[in-house]
């Protein structure tokens, strides 16, 4: 399973030695049903399978979706053609970790237990016969053909049932006892799926579904709930057929006859565990699988609501509302099987074949947003200073208009050791007129396609393959390199009107309050659907001035600092030290190059929202180092 057993043997060889998985592979012939080039694209489209880290995806209690990656437990397994999987659930590896920047441990590999997050959730999925989602990726080396011969990274198999579940021993080098316990599963295909798609065998294969004893009755009483992705009662206990199944004399559980030197206990709480029965010896590393053991046992239909394909997407919504969470999620091109993030706003567009859906929505107007409650609403209204922190909040400021008589008010957050400021330009009733017009010419623009918004890779993250920022973005004027670089950028002479409206309008609030002429040479906008947010980072783009200066519209957003980790190395001592509420109409202002230097920040929309932030970098700066950008 993914990213899991370091642990080999030098003795040990699998059940079934594979010499084939060490020579080149033959091409996919063409381009499985359901198949990405990311972990993210999977994860943003496919509801089966949604977990970032592990291989393990469990939702409603139960086992939705199951990755397998690079091969290395011994005994893991791909028989009958990939209709019988057998692998071993997740946890427990040897691992190594940061403890701080620059350290790291390395955890021995331990037993598996029975009570572990993931063996038991495969536990309960086994025990129900609940269908589950096999995934893997192009390191899995059963597979009998090349993914990569097709830049597939990621691809669905298809549904399986869990059919057997047991434990064994597997010879460890980093653990004191030189073994340790691993939970193991054989996943049985589901016969009525047809052939699965890399099939290379007989259409009718009975000597692959060679029964070799009765399949069980199938009068499972299978309680589905339409509306619901998972049956609701499965009252059916897994599959036994007796003659694999025999109790042992010690600890009076069932084990299933797994091997061919003969059947074993294979609980291991029982004091006979992986031992000869009557012997104290335990039985060698050198295992072959008993044929009968890899008999497909299991013909039950699958629940009908059980379908792999992605929903398509909803493309003009009832209520014209297309920055909606869903509308954030990816989508399955039907025309070539690629999954993909959504990462243009004004349509999906599939990577790999570019057949594009139009999206048809509303222009929102802000007052439909603005009045979203934040979630730390009962706690404060406009910001909290953490009361350690250092951070003077210093007494309201008033401002008058330029041309008018109305009065705006300003708040200025004193940063200790002369690192700098940071002020909060409130919003008014002039003020969010004004923001009002940016914010509807933003949506026209970028729903017209003359202003691209657009999620870009992250330079840095952990995952396989790209992994795109969680919100979309443009830039104009001076290149930006820290997200999207020179392909995100347009000169000022061509940028989209509503970003020239933001950035006059930001210069001039900031002179309103401040009295300060700051004059800008770049400007990014963001963009935020619903859930979508801008991970901590801070601005140390090459070239960067000292002051830098965002206009927020629609939705309210939380805005918290804290120090950089190198200055608080310990994860729990990093807490949020200054958070400030952004309106629609605020701008907030970040002056002085300690700003950058010794804080990051986070933005956390509460829905739809878009921001224009405004800075100073040198012209022509030159960026001679790799830049680490974790602005997510
Ligand atoms: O206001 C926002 O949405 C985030 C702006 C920001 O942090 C940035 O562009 O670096």
Request: glycine share 6%.
């Amino acid at each position: 399973m993914v990213e899991a057993q370091k642990e080999s043997s030098s003795s040990g060889v699998p059940a079934v030695l594979d010499v084939a998985a060490h020579l080149p592979k033959p091409p996919l012939k063409e381009y499985p049903p359901i198949w990405a080039q990311s972990r993210q694209e999977v994860c943003e489209s496919f509801k089966w399978f949604r977990s970032y880290q592990g291989g393990v995806y469990q939702k409603d209690g139960s086992v939705k979706g199951y990755f397998l990656s690079a091969h290395s437990a011994q005994r893991d397994s791909f028989e009958c053609g990939g209709k019988i999987i057998i692998s071993h659930g997740g946890g427990k590896s040897e691992n190594s970790y940061l403890i701080r920047p620059g350290v790291s441990v390395t955890r021995a590999a331990q037993d598996q237990q029975a009570q572990d997050l993931s063996v038991r959730a495969l536990m309960e999925t086994y025990q129900k016969s609940v269908p589950l989602v096999l995934l893997i990726d192009d390191k899995y080396e059963p597979f009998p053909f090349d993914l990569n011969s097709k830049d597939v990274y990621m691809t669905v198999l298809g549904f399986y049932r869990i059919i057997h579940a047991w434990a064994e021993y597997q010879p460890s080098r980093s653990n004191a006892s030189g073994r340790v316990v691993r939970y193991k599963f054989a996943f049985q295909w589901c016969e009525d799926q047809g052939q699965p798609w890399w099939w290379t065998g007989p259409d009718e294969d009975t000597s692959a579904m060679d029964v070799s004893q009765e399949a069980p009755e199938s009068s499972a009483a299978i309680d589905v709930d339409e509306t619901a992705m998972i049956p609701t009662r499965i009252t059916m206990s897994p599959p036994q057929p007796p003659s694999l199944y025999t109790n042992c004399t010690t600890c009076d559980k069932a084990s299933p006859h797994v091997f061919t030197l003969g059947w074993v206990c294979l609980n291991p709480d029982c004091r006979s565990f992986w031992r000869y029965p009557n012997f104290h010896r335990m039985i060698p590393d050198q295992l072959e699988y008993n044929p009968a053991f890899l008999s497909l046992i299991d013909f039950r239909p699958l629940p009908p609501n059980y379908t792999l394909a992605p929903d398509p997407p909803v493309l003009a919504p009832k209520d014209g509302i297309v920055t909606a969470y869903e509308h954030s999620r990816g989508w399955h091109c039907l025309k070539c099987g690629r999954l993909s993030c959504r990462s243009a706003w004004e349509h999906y567009q599939c990577p790999n074949c570019q057949d594009t859906q139009k999206i048809n929505g509303i222009i929102r107007p802000a007052n439909t947003l603005t009045a979203i409650r934040i979630p730390t609403f009962d706690k404060f209204y406009d910001s909290q200073v953490e009361p350690n922190s250092g951070i003077q909040r210093l007494p309201q400021g008033l401002f008058q208009h330029l041309g008018s008589t109305l009065l705006g008010n300003y708040q200025t957050f004193v940063l200790p050791g002369g690192k700098g400021k940071i002020h909060l330009i409130k919003s008014n009733r002039l003020a969010c007129d004004e923001a009002d017009k940016i914010f509807e010419a933003y949506q026209q623009q970028a729903s017209a396609g003359t202003l691209h918004f657009r999620r870009w890779p992250l330079r840095s993250h952990k995952l396989r393959g790209q992994c795109l920022t969680n919100y979309f973005s443009q830039n104009s004027g001076e290149t930006y390199h820290y997200v999207g670089g020179a392909d995100n950028t347009v000169p000022f002479h061509l940028a989209p009107a509503a970003v020239l409206q933001a950035h006059n309008l930001i210069e001039k609030r900031i002179f309103e309050a401040l009295g300060k002429r700051h004059k800008f040479n770049e400007v990014l906008s963001a963009a935020y659907m619903e859930k979508q947010k801008m991970a901590f980072h801070s601005d140390s783009e090459r070239g960067l001035g000292p002051v830098v200066a965002g206009l927020s519209m629609g939705s309210p957003a939380l805005m918290h600092f804290r120090a950089l980790a190198k200055y608080v190395p310990r994860t729990e001592q990093r807490t949020t030290l200054l958070t400030v509420v952004l309106r629609h109409g605020d701008v907030l202002m970040m002056e002085g190059a300690g700003v950058q230097d010794f804080y990051e920040h986070t933005v956390v929309p509460t829905n739809f929202r878009i921001a224009a932030t405004a800075r100073w970098i040198e012209p022509h700066h030159v960026v001679d180092e790799p830049l680490v950008n974790r602005r997510g």
